[in-house]
């Protein structure tokens, strides 16, 4: 397991949901599950410790998918649930100690949130989440959620926008009601530079050259919904300081939601105090 394209590897067996019930029974089989990059892709699979043999391989998307904790099944269930359909997939740890659960999933989560995450051991105290073996809804995200370069310079760019020219947010606001299709496609009209800025962000599949369009497509998407919930979530923890400092943002706009979009605010008012002398 101590090749280069494992990212994570833990002792844990699979469980299968009793046929016509929420009862999940977990298989004796020793196993472990390992987080791989192949070809640019996560890939999730179980490996059966017997037999050295691959018995499953999932392919996931960042945002897609989530490793909860089952809080009603007995022992230490876990399930893999996907926000684009209704798979799940269930796994009970097999460590003789159960010391080490909560760090292991919530690595698992940082990797399924970004491909590029890197592993982090030992901090954590954040209470690992859990969900009802009928998974009604989507959780939140991971304390150690990051966010890449990348997506924090796209945020940056919506949120200046979107908010720049608002009234002071609420402590009750979130970013889905801010970074909704309604609020960002007329920012795509009205700034027409943003869409070239974002588009090499963005997936490599898409049609080209850069549309509204196919903007408008992507923010209407459920994933795009997933990701800004996710981020959402992260900031709520407060533990993302070091991480908006990516956005030239002071490191206290990480502990919040509402210091974030205050920050984003005056970060915005400033840019147009210096373009207003600009063309004076």
Do not use: C
């Not at 009604?136 to 959620?145: E, G, V």
């Not at 939601?257 to 004076?280: K, V, W, Y």
């Amino acid at each position: 397991m101590g090749d280069s394209g494992t990212l994570l590897a833990f002792k844990a067996g699979r469980a299968f949901r009793r046929e016509g019930t929420n009862f999940v029974d977990p298989s004796p089989a020793k196993g472990a599950i390992l987080l791989r990059k192949e070809d640019d892709l996560l890939h999730l699979m179980w490996k059966n410790r017997t037999s050295n043999e691959v018995e499953e391989d999932l392919i996931l998307f960042p945002s897609d998918a989530t490793f909860l904790k089952v809080s009603q099944a007995p022992g230490r269930v876990y399930v893999l649930k996907f926000s684009s359909s209704n798979q799940r997939h269930f796994f009970w740890m097999q460590d003789a100690s159960s010391a080490r659960d909560e760090e292991f999933v919530n690595n698992v989560n940082g990797f399924l949130m970004d491909p590029d995450y890197e592993a982090s051991w030992g901090s954590s105290s954040q209470p690992s989440t859990s969900t009802s073996t009928a998974g009604a809804s989507q959780s939140s995200a991971p304390s150690n959620f990051q966010a890449t370069p990348e997506q924090l310079a796209q945020l940056q760019q919506l949120l200046t926008s979107a908010v720049g020219s608002g009234a002071p947010p609420h402590s009750d606001v979130s970013l889905n009601d801010i970074l909704t299709p309604a609020n960002i496609t007329p920012l795509f009209t009205s700034h027409p530079d943003l869409i070239p800025t974002l588009f090499p962000h963005l997936p490599p599949d898409l049609p080209m050259p850069p549309s509204p369009e196919v903007l408008q497509r992507i923010i209407s998407s459920p994933q795009f919904r997933s990701a800004v919930s996710s981020f959402d979530q992260a900031l709520r923890t407060g533990l993302l300081g070091g991480l908006v400092r990516g956005l030239g943002l002071p490191e206290e706009a990480g502990t919040g939601i509402e210091p974030f979009l205050r920050a984003i605010q005056s970060q915005a008012e400033s840019e147009r105090g210096e373009d207003s002398m600009d063309t004076d």
